[in-house]
């Protein structure tokens, strides 16, 4: 795949070292497996959410962080609208995903790859659906096998990923060399970049937020800093169809 995406990025991007959070789970133990089906946040089978995104790119040429912003739209697991903004509120890219299909909006027109691919390069290790879905608090789904793991505790597996569930809310992820921990945060919800790129609050208020960070390889992948998600009760198809090559992304307008 082209690195069309990259070339987007590297005025953004800066050198940074950061802790690496631990993962808690051994998904090799020995467990009690039994079958289970449950489901999370029913509500939000379509949703809105925003937040701050970090990534760190592991391609040769722009190796480095870039920090910025999200705003996305799902109409199922299978379904996405994702765009990134940079420093001074700059579009850096727009993702529609269907499916393993993904489009991607750059330079003025849309390129297509399998998901799997973008996201493997965005993220450094493929992340899917479900994934996706339970670090921005969608619908999760889960049919499958889980095991006791501690007080208030399972281990869950499906498709070869593990969820580690406390409470009911799943707290770790394991999905072959990626896992993922998420922590609860103080976010500042009703926050807007000036043009400048220095936040401007707006109605600005202090609550819980999910911040949920990706480790590949023993490496910082990417950070999900969520502060807002409301529930929707449809969306249209057309933002999640294939784009024709000249369309313009009306995602702003929304």
């Known amino acids: ?84 903004t940079g420093p001074f509120n700059i579009s850096v890219a727009t993702v529609v995903i269907n499916g393993e299909n993904s489009y991607i909006f750059h330079e003025g027109v849309w390129d297509a790859a399998p998901w799997r691919e973008i996201s493997k390069q965005l993220f450094n290790a493929p992340v899917d659906g479900d994934v996706f879905s339970v670090m921005l608090g969608g619908r999760f789904r889960f049919e499958g096998e889980c095991a006791a793991a501690g007080i208030g505790t399972k281990l869950c597996r499906k498709n070869g990923i593990y969820y580690k569930i406390s409470k ?29 790129g220095t936040p401007k609050r707006s109605n600005a208020t202090l609550k819980n937020g999910v911040r949920w960070t990706g480790v590949a390889n023993g490496k910082n992948a990417f950070i999900f800093e969520n502060t807002s998600i409301n529930s929707k009760t449809a969306l249209e198809d057309s933002l999640f169809a294939p784009p024709s090559a000249d369309e313009k992304d009306e995602f702003d307008e929304l």
């Open 168 to 196: 009911g809310k799943v707290v770790e992820i394991i999905s072959g060399d990626l896992y993922i921990v998420s922590e609860t945060k103080l976010v500042l919800t009703g926050r807007k970049r000036s043009r400048k």
């Open 1 to 84: 795949m082209k690195k069309f995406f990259f070339l987007l990025l590297t005025s953004f991007l800066i050198f940074s070292c950061s802790t690496v959070p631990q993962k808690t789970v051994d998904e090799n133990g020995n467990y009690s497996w039994k079958s289970e089906s449950f489901e999370l946040n029913p509500r939000n089978q379509a949703f809105s959410a925003e937040g701050e995104v970090t990534m760190w790119i592991n391609v040769e040429q722009f190796k480095g962080k870039f920090s910025g912003d999200y705003q996305i739209l799902s109409a199922s697991p299978e379904k996405w609208r994702m765009i990134i």
